[in-house]
């Protein structure tokens, strides 16, 4: 039963989907966030700001995929990369006065990234084993104290 459980619970959190979350200050000047893509990713973002803020996204090719204008507090960001390559969200903040903006999102598929907070799939044989390994030792102790009992 306990192993039954910690197995579950790995499964559980190994699949579950990750959301990513930058925060910037950006003071009179353009941020650029760069994401490379596969062609068909779709990505699905929202963005929150304490001050105006132009935000648009390019492709690999400059082409603008992406357009919402100056926004003052949150907006959705949505788009599908066409092709392969590096896709650029620009954010501008044309006054000198110091902004924090926060990108959240989620893209489909997941895209590996060097702040992975979730373990890679070619772990999970090895997380799986520790976990059974966990469990029989769990099991063992339980076993041992139940038998000096009597």
């Known amino acids: ?51 105006l803020v132009r935000v648009w996204v390019n492709d690999a090719n400059g082409a603008t995929v992406a357009n919402l204008g100056i926004i003052e507090e949150n907006a959705a960001l949505n788009f599908v990369a066409d092709k392969e390559g590096n896709y650029t969200i620009n954010l501008q903040n044309g006054i000198p006065t110091t902004i924090q903006v926060t990108l959240s ?8 990234t060097d702040s992975a907070s979730l373990l890679p799939f ?18 063992a102790f339980n076993y041992k104290n139940k038998k000096q009992r009597r």
């Open 1 to 51: 039963m306990t192993m039954a459980v910690l197995l579950g619970l790995s499964l559980a959190a190994l699949s579950a989907s990750a959301s990513t979350t930058e925060t910037f200050t950006i003071s009179g000047n353009t941020l650029q966030y760069t994401l490379c893509m596969p062609a068909g990713t779709k990505f699905n973002g929202s963005i929150a700001t304490t001050g």
């Open 122 to 139: 070619t772990y999970l044989p090895v997380f799986i084993a520790v976990t059974i390994a966990g469990a029989a030792l769990i099991l």
């Open 105 to 112: 999102y989620d893209t489909d598929p997941e895209l590996q």
